[in-house]
């Protein structure tokens, strides 16, 4: 591919990018080779370096989370609490997973998270959510929004979640995961009756992400917040969350090395229940919905 720029002297120049760009440019070519829909890229006018320039989506985005996390704020008192001290929590982050689901409303987290954060879940944020969620009329539209790439799954190991998975080949992608896949309702209980379980997808995702830090928030339950089926939310709350970070390659291995590569996803599931039970308990507050899973 070749392509055309001007020097200082306004002198047109024509190079082949792939024989002759710099070493540091080269993850860009597929990209500038790419589909004219696909391109977000433009020459640096001082260097001529291809530059990344974030897409219209990711703008959006980010205005819509800054939006949430204003209002959060403004409407509830929002407390995070780590479980141990970790310098910088919010560096080096590639997966993001909250336990304990059990509200629509769980994004007032935002009101904790700094802007930084915001923005790489606006410019390279992997968010799955249930194709029930996504066909409710208003609440679809409103998460179709709140990240990068919103993919739509099912409950099965099919098509929708590999493609959550190819996602995770963007190194900078940052997945934003709710482990268990589905709501607590006031009952403690799923809306079919079963205990909250973790699902083995977390696993998976732990396996195809090479490097990095998981981020594991324990929240203490929003059903004095909103509770499924309640039509309105009682503001002014206080909503609690817990949060811990591991690194992820040390993660993954002491599970392998405890319990074999075979035994890993119910070494990984085992282990974030236990967790959850744990942590989510210090962080909730009165309440059937709000207590610890069943």
Request: glycine content about 8%.
């Amino acid at each position: 591919m070749f392509v055309t720029c001007w020097s200082g002297s306004s002198k047109r120049e024509e190079f082949d990018l792939h024989e002759h760009a710099p070493q540091e440019w080269k993850p860009t070519y597929a990209a500038i080779t790419a589909p004219a829909s696909r391109r977000k890229l433009a020459l640096d006018r001082r260097t001529g370096a291809p530059t990344h320039r974030p897409s219209m989506r990711s703008c959006a985005v980010f205005l819509l989370l800054l939006a949430i996390k204003t209002a959060s704020r403004l409407l509830f008192r929002v407390r995070l609490e780590f479980v141990r001290e970790v310098d910088d929590p919010w560096t080096g982050l590639r997966v993001v997973a909250l336990l304990n689901h059990t509200s629509l409303f769980e994004p007032v987290v935002t009101a904790i998270a700094p802007n930084r954060l915001l923005w790489r879940i606006a410019a390279h944020g992997v968010l799955p959510v249930a194709d029930k969620t996504l066909a409710r009329p208003i609440v679809g539209r409103f998460f179709r929004f709140i990240a990068r790439h919103v993919v739509q799954v099912t409950r099965q190991r099919d098509e929708t979640w590999a493609e959550v998975l190819e996602r995770l080949h963007d190194e900078e992608a940052l997945i934003v995961i709710l482990p268990e896949g589905r709501m607590k309702r006031r009952t403690g209980l799923d809306l079919d009756g079963n205990p909250m379980t973790i699902r083995g997808g977390i696993a998976d995702i732990l396996e195809s992400v090479p490097d990095g830090r998981l981020f594991i928030g324990y929240s203490g339950g929003l059903h004095h917040v909103h509770a499924p089926g309640d039509r309105f939310p009682r503001l002014f709350r206080r909503v609690r969350f817990g949060a811990e970070v591991l690194d992820i390659p040390a993660y993954r291995r002491e599970l392998r090395d405890r319990h074999g590569p075979e035994g890993f996803k119910g070494a990984v599931i085992e282990d974030l229940t236990e967790r959850r039970d744990r942590h989510c308990r210090l962080h909730s507050f009165p309440g059937p919905g709000n207590a610890n899973p069943l």
